[in-house]
């Protein structure tokens, strides 16, 4: 596609300057310099994922200063190839040099990019990595709590209380009921405190 639009541009420019050029010509022009990037850029992929760029080791920053070197040095050696109609009258050095002056910069910077794009999607996907690593966790705490009040609150005593609740409340034993119900909701309130401690005084507990 890259090729595609660098043709019409390149098409256009020429025959705007009045310069002698065909369509064949531009065409083998675009794909000589845009066909090298389809096994450079994978090739900075992976070694943006294999070295991956790390703030706190400077080592990462000059293996990759060194291997964007490679990569514009390649790109344009590549692209230094024999095309129809391009400059015959350079030899290789010399349109080597030429494309290496015109595209150095663009190359060594699109090299930069591919690597802090890396760094940023690694990073995004750390991040959420950590928050479903946090939910998950949440949600463990939640059932751990959970388990404990159902510990705490075992159904058999439960039911027992609130039989003897009833029996006190049908032989009119008033003031018991109240106290009984007193202290079990006290006990009910301790097992959802979440800001209780973990250990208490023995007095505390009983």
């Not at 910077?109 to 479903?132: D, F, N, P, T």
């Not at 075992?154 to 106290?179: K, M, Y």
């Not at 401690?197 to 507990?205: C, D, G, V």
Request: hydrophobic share 50%.
């Amino acid at each position: 596609l890259l090729t595609v639009f660098d043709t019409i541009h390149t098409y256009v420019a020429r025959r705007g300057d009045g310069a002698p050029v065909t369509v064949a010509l531009t065409i083998h022009w675009g794909i000589i310099y845009w066909l090298p990037y389809f096994f450079l850029v994978p090739a900075a992929v992976f070694l943006a994922e294999r070295h991956r760029l790390d703030l706190n080791r400077m080592n990462s920053f000059v293996f990759h200063a060194v291997a964007g070197l490679v990569f514009a040095y390649a790109h344009n050696a590549i692209a230094a190839a024999p095309v129809l109609g391009w400059k015959p009258q350079l030899a290789y050095g010399g349109r080597f040099f030429f494309l290496l002056g015109e595209n150095f910069s663009i190359d060594y910077v699109l090299y930069c990019s591919i690597v802090v794009a890396a760094y940023m999607l690694q990073q995004y996907s750390s991040l959420k990595e950590r928050e479903v690593r946090a939910s998950q966790l949440e949600a463990s705490l939640a059932q751990a709590h959970l388990r404990a009040i159902q510990a705490q609150l075992n159904p058999h005593f439960f039911f027992n209380t609130l039989q003897g609740i009833s029996v006190l409340a049908l032989t009119g034993e008033r003031d018991s009921v109240v106290e009984m119900l007193s202290r079990l909701s006290s006990l009910i309130r301790v097992s959802f405190d979440e800001h209780r401690p973990q250990q208490i005084r023995l007095a505390a507990e009983m």
